[in-house]
Every structure is written in C-alpha cells, then in structure tokens.
C-alpha cells in the first residue's frame, strides 16, 4: 500500500479473511525478531516456556482489518514477536492479540478480534524477513515501472 507505506499481510485464519498492515517499523521489528530468533535457533538458546517465548523478540500494535465477506471490521492490536514449540519442533511467531472493534459502523455486533497465531518455519521466517524489506518492496515497485518516489515526510 504505497500510500501509507504499509505491507499487507492477507490470510484466512477460522472463518474471516484478515488484513493486517505491517508499516515500516513494524516491518523492521519483524525483522530484527526473525534475526534474533534464526541466531537463539542456531546457538539451540530456545526455550519451551510458551509464556515468555511468544513475545521474546518484542511486541508493537500493528492494524487489521477483518470479517466474513467484506472488511467489516478495524482494530490496533498488539502483535507480539517470539517462538512456540509445536510437537517438539520449533516456529517463529507473530502472535496477534485480541483488539477491540474501532469501526463505528460494525462496533455493536463486532466487538474484538480473536487471538490469532501465525506460525512460520525457518525457511518461512527468512522468507517473511525477505518480502518486508524496503530493498524487496522498492523492487516491486521498479517492476511495475512505478515512479519511485519518497516515503520521507516533507519539511517545512
């Protein structure tokens, strides 16, 4: 979304399509977290608490939309950054808590989201790492023969 410099992450998860904008420092979070995460792997520094590894690289509140046939529904909820064993074998995490419903139009019969886990092998964390980088993004962009202009606020 080049006009708010976001990324889009749109996946099923249950019964609702879900939205969920990752903008630059989120981005650069995930991937300081997907870092961290392949060293604590390859140095075997991971640990099988789920309470304290499924936000042990950090945590920030991101934007999702969601519902069942259209986008019926907007909150801001924290995304935690970590690790989960899932029979016995380990997986990077992006945890997206529960959010309270901000659209006005939809606050009355949708009141949250539910917490969702987004579970990503290794080579899927270094794919994720790959395709939320602005050198990834940027080369999208020149493919499409967009102009390339900057994201930087102006000054005034």
Known sequence: HGRTDEV???FKYETSMN???LNRTLRTLISNAVDLYLADFENRKLQENEYKTRYAYGKKNGRLRWG?????????????????FQYDSPYFVLVIKEGSNTNENSYDKILSN?????????????????VLGQDYILSLIKEQDIPQASTEPDEY
């Open 8 to 10: 889009c992450l749109r």
């Open 19 to 21: 939205e969920l904008y």
């Open 68 to 84: 069942a046939f259209q986008m019926r529904a907007d909150a801001e909820p924290e995304i935690q950054f970590g690790y989960k």
């Open 114 to 130: 539910i917490e969702m886990i987004l579970y990503f092998t290794k080579a899927q964390a270094i794919a994720l790492k790959e």
